[in-house]
């Protein structure tokens, strides 16, 4: 139904002017549903949020009149209103007449407060559809009526399923255009449902719609007098928003801050994720495992006698225990998993592959830790649901893996908790968000594999031998020089007496290693491979002496934060491309310049110099016995 040209686009609440402390409470207390349009290119996505937009009447006349002005000169809807335009901002989008980032917009009705996320329908951006998606209560799925069910309708609905939206809309869109026809309806609803099913989506709730014309958006459609179900907004006002099932767990609270204004007062705040809390309950805080019991809830307005989830608050403990960022403050009775290796069902988004074994950080709640993802068991074909042999996940790839963090996190399955089992991977070099997961389980090794108590410390082993364990990770192209250095400088630290041992990179690959190839993915595992020995060698009390190609910064930062404080020592042997191929003995860069060997660094694969090594060598100025001594100087001051 067409909204009266003559009626006001923004009605104020009449109880603005009467009573604004009552208007406030009344809003205050609406409750709030958060939901996404989603879909394929061009199903009217951002057309259908302008059109809730402006139904609702909460658009303002000068907003209106910058909408009628950019309608005529970028819209696509010829002399109409070109809805689209009040959520699509930015240039590009309007240049081309698609979305491309996020839109987030808030409205309200006499019922109820929405935010709505207007996502992408592009394959390429499918990575901001899921950040949308990751905080919604329902999902509105849009269908072109004249295109039916698409690839990336699919795809976003098993998005939807995986992420835990309890509640879908199919909105088959621009019904206008195939004359209302309900048999398209129909036939599209079976399609659909036939999919879901597979997915697992077991209740959705069909609309026919024109985002464009307004039918069944406010009011039911006098073009569609067959439909005789709820028209959108009213569905969307009484939606049920389960508020109260979260209340209804266990009481975890992630610890966002220590709020400590004085010397007097030490706080834990951070937002409730589930349960509820009062002064005297007994917790926990993982993953230390200390317990005690609340004293004050403190809040904005003073101390409460409850807190509930959804709240954020600030707690005192009776007990001086430690409790830091990151960590969480549970029920005692009922904590949470603690491990450090689970399965995990990934989202790739970036443009860049991902490396399996390759460290990235890792951010669940108000947690950030160092993770490695490992090769995918299978890749999910999300038309067929068909698991795929995969090695690897590239943009958009949906995959399941298994997850391995540096150290125990509390958390919960992503199916008892969206907070506390939902995580993002960042790439450590770039700072970009390279992909989403989600928990399933922990491995049962996380369980059942304990470090155990010895009585010789690694501090006894050093000491037996006079010296301080380190690692000397030696850096640079093929031929810079750094087995010759590595050489020299065991050789100069055995006239000392020191207790050494030397990993080449050459050596390693005849025994360790020789099950690896010269991929990206084959050079980190090799690189973690020696690390993790290394890491043995100096809990042995050596001095580690490594001479490694490790062209990739994240995979040298990896084994560095294997050791102890001050334990690695970084070697950049700085030798010029031209020079390193001229001395060549191998013969390696003459067959990489031939194609006849791939994945050659400083060829067809890249090299990324330390930027803050300890030591720089330059092999150009000096011989390989004076590198050898500046890091003996180093090492033994």
């Given at each position: 139904?067409?909204?009266?040209?003559?009626?006001?686009?923004?009605?104020?609440?009449?109880?603005?002017?009467?009573?604004?402390?009552?208007?406030?409470?009344?809003?205050?207390?609406?409750?709030?549903?958060?939901?996404?349009?989603?879909?394929?290119?061009?199903?009217?996505?951002?057309?259908?949020?302008?059109?809730?937009?402006?139904?609702?009447?909460?658009?303002?006349?000068?907003?209106?009149?910058?909408?009628?002005?950019?309608?005529?000169?970028?819209?696509?809807?010829?002399?109409?209103?070109?809805?689209?335009?009040?959520?699509?901002?930015?240039?590009?989008?309007?240049?081309?007449?698609?979305?491309?980032?996020?839109?987030?917009?808030?409205?309200?009705?006499?019922?109820?407060?929405?935010?709505?996320?207007?996502?992408?329908?592009?394959?390429?951006?499918?990575?901001?559809?899921?950040?949308?998606?990751s905080t919604a209560d329902l999902a509105v799925i849009l269908i072109d009526a004249r295109k039916g069910v698409l690839t990336q309708t699919r795809r976003h609905s098993y998005l939807v399923h995986l992420l835990g939206i309890r509640h879908v809309v199919l909105a088959v869109n621009k019904m206008d255009l195939v004359g209302y026809d309900p048999a398209v309806f129909e036939?599209?609803?079976?399609?659909?449902?036939?999919?879901?099913?597979?997915?697992?989506?077991?209740?959705?709730?069909?609309?026919?719609?024109?985002?464009?014309?307004?039918?069944?958006?406010?009011?039911?459609?006098?073009?569609?007098?067959?439909?005789?179900?709820?028209?959108?907004?009213?569905?969307?006002?009484?939606?049920?928003?389960?508020?109260?099932?979260?209340?209804?767990?266990?009481?975890?609270?992630?610890?966002?801050?220590?709020?400590?204004?004085?010397?007097?007062?030490?706080?834990?705040?951070?937002?409730?994720?589930?349960?509820?809390?009062?002064?005297?309950?007994?917790?926990?805080?993982?993953?230390?495992?200390?317990?005690?019991?609340?004293?004050?809830?403190?809040?904005?307005?003073?101390?409460?006698?409850?807190?509930?989830?959804?709240?954020?608050?600030?707690?005192?403990?009776?007990?001086?225990?430690?409790?830091?960022?990151?960590?969480?403050?549970?029920?005692?009775?009922?904590?949470?998993?603690?491990?450090?290796?689970?399965?995990?069902?990934?989202?790739?988004?970036?443009?860049?592959?991902?490396?399996?074994?390759?460290?990235?950080?890792?951010?669940?709640?108000?947690?950030?830790?160092?993770?490695?993802?490992?090769?995918?068991?299978?890749?999910?074909?999300?038309?067929?649901q068909e698991h795929l042999a995969a090695k690897t996940l590239d943009l958009n790839a949906i995959g399941v893996a298994v997850v391995t963090t540096d150290r125990e996190i509390p958390f919960a399955p992503y199916a008892e908790s969206r907070d506390l089992g939902g995580f993002i991977l960042i790439d450590k070099v770039t700072n970009r968000t390279v992909g989403a997961g989600i928990i399933h389980f922990s491995l049962r090794r996380a369980t059942n594999i304990h470090w155990q108590a010895v009585d010789i410390s690694r501090d006894h082993h050093a000491a037996m031998k006079h010296q301080k364990p380190a690692v000397v990770w030696l850096t640079g192209l093929s031929g810079s020089g750094k087995s010759t250095i590595a050489n020299a400088l065991e050789r100069q630290l055995a006239r000392m007496n020191r207790h050494t041992f030397l990993l080449d990179g050459d050596n390693v690959r005849h025994g360790l290693n020789k099950d690896l190839g010269f991929t990206e993915t084959d050079r980190v595992e090799n690189i973690r491979r020696v690390g993790e020995v290394a890491k043995l060698m100096t809990d042995a009390g050596l001095i580690v002496i490594t001479a490694f190609i490790s062209p990739f910064r994240a995979e040298r930062d990896m084994v560095r934060a294997m050791m102890a404080e001050g334990e690695f020592v970084e070697v950049f042997v700085d030798t010029p491309l031209s020079v390193a191929e001229g001395r060549d003995v191998k013969g390696l860069y003459a067959k990489a310049r031939s194609g006849k060997l791939k994945n050659f660094t400083g060829i067809d694969s890249p090299y990324e110099p330390p930027l803050k090594p300890e030591l720089r060598v330059d092999t150009t100025l000096m011989t390989p016995d004076e590198a050898a001594a500046i890091i003996l100087a180093r090492l033994i001051p």
């Open positions: 139904m067409a909204t009266d040209p003559k009626a006001p686009v923004y009605v104020t609440d009449a109880m603005i002017a009467e009573n604004i402390d009552q208007y406030l409470q009344t809003h205050q207390h609406k409750t709030m549903l958060r939901f996404i349009t989603c879909g394929s290119v061009d199903d009217g996505k951002s057309t259908l949020i302008g059109r809730l937009l402006y139904d609702s009447k909460m658009i303002f006349e000068d907003q209106l009149a910058a909408l009628e002005a950019d309608s005529k000169r970028v819209g696509t809807q010829g002399d109409a209103i070109d809805f689209a335009l009040l959520v699509d901002g930015l240039a590009a989008e309007r240049e081309q007449g698609i979305t491309i980032d996020v839109a987030y917009r808030f409205f309200a009705t006499e019922k109820r407060k929405f935010i709505v996320a207007d996502t992408p329908g592009h394959e390429q951006y499918t990575r901001n559809m899921v950040t949308g998606a036939r599209i609803v079976a399609d659909y449902r036939d999919f879901a099913s597979r997915i697992g989506i077991t209740e959705f709730t069909p609309i026919p719609i024109s985002g464009f014309k307004g039918d069944n958006i406010t009011a039911p459609s006098a073009n569609m007098p067959w439909f005789t179900g709820t028209p959108l907004l009213p569905h969307l006002e009484a939606v049920e928003v389960n508020v109260s099932a979260d209340q209804a767990l266990a009481f975890r609270l992630p610890v966002q801050w220590v709020n400590r204004p004085n010397l007097d007062f030490r706080g834990f705040a951070g937002m409730i994720a589930s349960g509820a809390v009062r002064p005297g309950d007994a917790v926990r805080v993982l993953p230390g495992g200390k317990t005690s019991t609340v004293a004050r809830i403190v809040a904005m307005e003073g101390d409460r006698d409850l807190a509930v989830a959804g709240e954020s608050v600030t707690l005192t403990l009776a007990d001086e225990i430690d409790c830091s960022r990151g960590q969480v403050i549970v029920a005692a009775a009922s904590p949470l998993e603690v491990a450090d290796q689970f399965e995990a069902s990934v989202i790739w988004m970036d443009e860049v592959e991902m490396v399996p074994g390759r460290a990235y950080w890792l951010k669940l709640g108000t947690q950030t830790v160092s993770a490695k993802v490992g090769a995918p068991k299978y890749e999910v074909d999300v038309n067929t």
